[in-house]
């Protein structure tokens, strides 16, 4: 299954930026996606069961079209790793960021 990973700024304590929550774009089920993963601990990396395993209303398909939601709007993207030698794709993963790499338009 696809990994997920978290990038932040670091900072010692859980405050995190208003500016998702006020993003119209995002659905209230993709902003409680990202603001539980980055309520996680830095450098957590966990896959798409886990989040699904903290939910009894969403599915594995609801919390993949939420991740979706998040990439759409810049606040995750889906990296692919690749072997150096062969160049065959060796894993795929998202990073999720507390920030939109690109922000709506005003």
């Known amino acids: 299954m696809t990994r997920l990973e978290?990038?932040?700024i670091e900072k010692p304590y859980k405050s995190l930026l208003v500016a998702p929550l006020?993003?119209?774009r995002l659905s209230y089920k993709a902003r409680g996606v990202l603001y539980y993963?980055?309520?996680?601990?830095?450098?957590?990396?966990?896959?798409?069961f886990d989040l699904v395993a903290q939910s009894d209303k969403d599915g594995i398909s609801s919390i993949k079209a939420a991740i979706k939601e998040l990439v759409v709007c810049g606040?995750?993207?889906l990296i692919?790793?690749?072997?150096p030698h062969t160049k065959r794709?060796?894993?795929r993963y998202y990073r999720v960021h507390e920030y939109s790499t690109n922000p709506p338009k005003t």
């Open 6 to 8: 978290v990038e932040r």
């Open 22 to 24: 006020r993003d119209k």
């Open 37 to 48: 993963l980055l309520s996680k601990p830095d450098n957590w990396k966990g896959q798409v």
């Open 75 to 77: 606040y995750a993207n």
């Open 80 to 83: 692919t790793t690749h072997d």
């Open 89 to 91: 794709i060796t894993g």
